[in-house]
């Protein structure tokens, strides 16, 4: 399943790329890889459409797909006249007669799948829907890079809403060991009495559960980087970076697959 507590991260978009946009090297990540794989993109858990949109000025015929009606509403409000399409859908069970050239998530996306179940279905929905040898591209946190240690609320820094208000950020985390998932809460202050609580929730894979994974949904991992200058994955990396491909002869399903891999 999908933790609802993640969707009320969505539900002030304006202010939601005020505090997480302007990642431009993430954004030519994805350009470059596009154009190195002509033909259609599709984004799942597009969001606002902050990569999304930075495809399609440059050109790239691209789908953004994400299951929160607020966030979509704003990447179309944005997108003006730049010819791309918003669905409103669940990247799990989503379903199109368009295959792609190359699928991606961003923004740390994938770890909101939280069980095998959610991670199968999302990779089903990808290999059903690229092309033969298509592309598969995202970005996980690497938990062996990350502080997985429960914290009291501490202070997380800032931004300037679209008011022209700096807004304080603060939070708390609580990682379930046995879960792998991590439970942070986002205290958001305004100044005077407005005040915001948010709750998110994130799995963490290591690389060689990931790894194992994607083998046995039909993927072949073509690199993986620790950023997105392409420095080479190491295994204390704050990221991994995964780029795969569709093996040929995959299928949409794969019946062999069994958590007992994991």
Not at 58 to 81: C, F, H, P, W
Not at 226 to 233: G, L, V
Request: hydrophobic share 35%.
């Amino acid at each position: 399943m999908i933790d609802h507590d993640n969707l009320e991260e969505y539900l002030d978009p304006i202010n939601y790329d005020l505090e997480f946009g302007g990642e431009t090297d993430k954004y030519n990540f994805y350009l470059e890889l596009a154009r190195l794989n002509p033909g259609e993109v599709l984004e799942l858990a597009c969001g606002t459409g902050l990569t999304t949109l930075h495809l399609s000025k440059s050109g790239i015929n691209i789908t953004g797909v994400d299951i929160s009606s607020s966030m979509l509403e704003y990447a179309r409000v944005k997108a003006q006249d730049l010819p791309v399409e918003f669905i409103e859908a669940d990247a799990r069970t989503f379903n199109s007669e368009k295959h792609f050239s190359m699928i991606y998530l961003t923004g740390n996306a994938f770890q909101a799948f939280l069980s095998d179940e959610d991670q199968r279905a999302l990779l089903e929905t990808v290999n059903k829907h690229l092309e033969p040898n298509g592309l598969f591209v995202f970005e996980t946190r690497n938990p062996l890079g990350t502080d997985l240690s429960n914290e009291e609320e501490s202070p997380w820094g800032e931004f300037i809403d679209k008011d022209g208000i700096t807004v304080k950020l603060s939070g708390t985390q609580t990682y379930d060991t046995s879960n792998q998932i991590m439970h942070w809460v986002t205290f958001r202050d305004w100044g005077g009495s407005k005040k915001t609580i948010s709750r998110i929730a994130c799995r963490f894979m290591d690389n060689n559960m990931l790894q194992r994974l994607l083998t046995n949904c039909g993927f072949c991992i073509e690199n993986q980087y620790s950023d997105w200058d392409k420095t080479p994955f190491n295994p204390f990396s704050q990221s991994i970076i995964s780029v795969c491909r569709k093996n040929k002869d995959s299928k949409t399903t794969n019946p062999g697959y069994s958590s007992e891999l994991f």
